[in-house]
C-alpha cells in the first residue's frame, strides 16, 4: 500500500478542523478584529458553529470511506464487526470511567463564567446529543483507518496508536498544553483499545459515554447563576453543589461549611445536616451484578473466583460512589435521631452558661 494513503489520513484530521469555516466569525474577525461580538452576533456565530462542526464531521467519514476503498483495508481489519463484542463493550465502558471523573474534577474547578464559553453551553440539547454520536464515529473511525494504514507500512501496533495520538492531540494545542496532553491521553487509550479488542465498538463507546458524560457535565455547570445571599446583601455564584437547607432555605455551599465525617452544620441556623444516600443501595446491587457477569462471563468459572467476585465488587463500588458523587448533586437532610441541642456547637461539643449552671448543681 502506497504511504500516500497513511499520510492523507492523518493529516486529514487536523485540516480539517483548523479551517476557519465560520464565514460569521470570520467575517467579523476581519473586519472588527479582537472586539466583542454584540449578543445577536454571537448568536449567529455559535449557531453556523454547530453548522461547521457537524459539516466537518460528515466530510472526515466521507473522505475516510473513500480513502478506505482506495486501499486495501477492509471493514473487518476497521473493526466493523460483532465479533467479541461483549468483552469490547465492557473494555470501552470500563476505560471510559477514568476521563469521566477527571473530567468532573476539572470542571467543578473553572468558573461559571468560563464554563459558559464552552460550545456545547448553547444550543439545543438534541442537537449535541446528535453531534457528539456523529463526531465520535467519525473520530474512532478515522483512528482505526490511520492505525490499521500505518500498520501495514510496517510500523509495530504501538508505535502507529502513539503516532495518531500525537497527530489527534496537537488540533488542541492551540487552546492549551494541557488540553492537547489530554486530548492525547484519550487518543491513545482510544487506540489502545482499538487494537488490543480488534473491534470499533470499545473506542466508540468509550468516545461516546465520554462526550455524553462532558455534555451533561457542560450544561449543568452553565446553568448555574447568581442568587443573593440570605444574610449579607451580596451575591453568591451559585453551582450545582450548591443546596439548600431543609430548615430554613437557606444555600448551602460546601467550600464556606465545617464538615465532620459526613455531617456539616448549616452556616445560617446551626441544623446538623447529612447527605441523602439513597442511591448508594442501587450502586452496591449494579456492583454485585456487575462482578458476577465479569467473573462468570469474561474472566473464568470457577468457584474459587468467589473472592475474586467479591474483590472486584467492592473496587466497583467505590468507583461508583465517588463517581456518583461527581455527578449527581448532593441533597441534604437532618441529621436521624432526636433533635440536637442548639446551645451545643456540633464539632467543639461546647456547653452553654445554663448548661454549665445545671452541671455544677
Not at 449567529?44 to 475516510?64: Q, S
Not at 453568591?236 to 452544620?265: F, K, M, N, Q, T
Not at 467476585?309 to 441533597?331: I, R, S
Not at 437532618?334 to 452541671?359: E, I, Q, Y
Amino acid at each position: 500500500m502506497s504511504f500516500i494513503i497513511p499520510i492523507s489520513a492523518l493529516l486529514l484530521y487536523p485540516f480539517l478542523y483548523l479551517l476557519p469555516l465560520n464565514l460569521v466569525r470570520f467575517r467579523w474577525g476581519f473586519e472588527e478584529g479582537l472586539a466583542p461580538m454584540p449578543p445577536e452576533v454571537q448568536e449567529k456565530a455559535e449557531a453556523a458553529d454547530r453548522v461547521v462542526l457537524f459539516v466537518t464531521h460528515v466530510i472526515l467519514l466521507g473522505i475516510v470511506v473513500l480513502l478506505m476503498h482506495s486501499s486495501p483495508i477492509s471493514a473487518y481489519e476497521i473493526g466493523l464487526t460483532a465479533d467479541n463484542w461483549k468483552s469490547a463493550l465492557g473494555m470501552g465502558v470500563l476505560l471510559s470511567l477514568f476521563p469521566v471523573g477527571l473530567s468532573e474534577l476539572l470542571l467543578r474547578n473553572r468558573p461559571a463564567e468560563e464554563v459558559r464559553k464552552e460550545l456545547k453551553s448553547h444550543g439545543s440539547v438534541a442537537n449535541w446529543c446528535g453531534l457528539s454520536t456523529l463526531g465520535s464515529f467519525s473520530h474512532e473511525f478515522w483512528r482505526a483507518f490511520c492505525i490499521v494504514s500505518l500498520i501495514r507500512l510496517g510500523l509495530s501496533a504501538w508505535v502507529a496508536v502513539l503516532f495518531v495520538a500525537i497527530v489527534y492531540g496537537t488540533l488542541h494545542i492551540q487552546t492549551s498544553v494541557a488540553r492537547a496532553l489530554g486530548s492525547a491521553a484519550f487518543g491513545g487509550a482510544a487506540g489502545f483499545l482499538f487494537v488490543n479488542t480488534a473491534s470499533l465498538l470499545s473506542p466508540l463507546a468509550m468516545g461516546l459515554i465520554v462526550a455524553g458524560a462532558n455534555l451533561y457535565q457542560v450544561r449543568q455547570a452553565s446553568s448555574s447563576f447568581e442568587r443573593i445571599g440570605t444574610n449579607q446583601g451580596i451575591h453568591h455564584p451559585e453551582s450545582r453543589y450548591s443546596r439548600p437547607c431543609p430548615a430554613c432555605g437557606a444555600i448551602i455551599r460546601l467550600s464556606e461549611v465545617h464538615r465532620a465525617v459526613d455531617i456539616l452544620a448549616c452556616p445560617n441556623c446551626g441544623e446538623s445536616l447529612t447527605t441523602e444516600k439513597k442511591y448508594l443501595w442501587v450502586v452496591a446491587a449494579l456492583s454485585v451484578v456487575a462482578a458476577i457477569y465479569a467473573t462468570g462471563h469474561l474472566i473464568y468459572r470457577d468457584l474459587l473466583y468467589a473472592f475474586v467476585t467479591e474483590g472486584l465488587a467492592l473496587v466497583l463500588f467505590f468507583l461508583g460512589a465517588f463517581l456518583l458523587g461527581l455527578l449527581v448533586p448532593p441533597k441534604y437532610k437532618p441529621v436521624g435521631g432526636k433533635t440536637f441541642d442548639k446551645a451545643l456547637s456540633l464539632f467543639g461539643m461546647d456547653k452553654s452558661d445554663t448548661d454549665k449552671k445545671s452541671a455544677r448543681k
